[in-house]
């Protein structure tokens, strides 16, 4: 069967369906991370193929002092969004105002990446 994956032909995991969770994690691009931490340059990335593809929601989750939260936003708010967290987050994604809170991962697509954030 043909790969499916919205990421093909850089994605090989040869999904059978839309999304493999390897690429729904990552918002359809293969992220290579430091210290499995995120950065901003991923954030901006994943806003770029969220708009790209057309996915109608970007996931964002967040730690603030041990307490996880998931944020949904739907994509007519995906500027607005992408310009509030590059001001309010460093380039870690460590908000500006308080250093015990931090974006921990990001996903793009539809209510069913929910599974993988």
Same mark, same amino acid.
């Given at each position: $069967?043909?790969?499916?994956?919205?990421?093909?032909?850089?994605?090989?995991?040869?999904?059978?369906?839309?999304?493999?969770?390897?690429? &729904?994690?990552?918002?359809?691009?293969?992220?290579?991370?430091?210290?499995?931490?995120? !950065?901003?340059?991923?954030?901006?990335?994943? @806003?770029? #193929?969220?708009?790209?593809?057309?996915?109608?929601?970007?996931?964002?989750?967040?730690?603030?002092?041990?307490?996880?939260?998931?944020?949904? @936003?739907?994509?007519?708010? @995906?500027?607005?969004?992408?310009? @509030?967290?590059?001001?309010?987050?460093?380039?870690?994604?460590?908000? #500006? $105002?308080?250093?015990?809170?931090?974006? !921990?991962?990001?996903?793009?697509?539809?209510?069913?990446? &929910? &599974?993988?954030?």
């Amino acid at each position: $069967m043909a790969n499916k994956c919205f990421n093909y032909p850089n994605c090989n995991n040869e999904a059978t369906t839309e999304f493999c969770p390897e690429c &729904l994690m990552n918002g359809g691009i293969k992220v290579e991370k430091v210290n499995d931490r995120l !950065t901003k340059e991923d954030l901006t990335n994943l @806003f770029d #193929v969220a708009r790209e593809k057309q996915l109608p929601f970007i996931f964002v989750s967040i730690e603030a002092e041990g307490i996880k939260e998931v944020i949904a @936003f739907p994509s007519e708010s @995906f500027d607005a969004k992408e310009k @509030f967290y590059n001001n309010a987050y460093s380039d870690e994604l460590v908000h #500006v $105002m308080n250093s015990k809170v931090r974006i !921990t991962n990001v996903i793009a697509g539809d209510v069913a990446a &929910l &599974l993988y954030i």
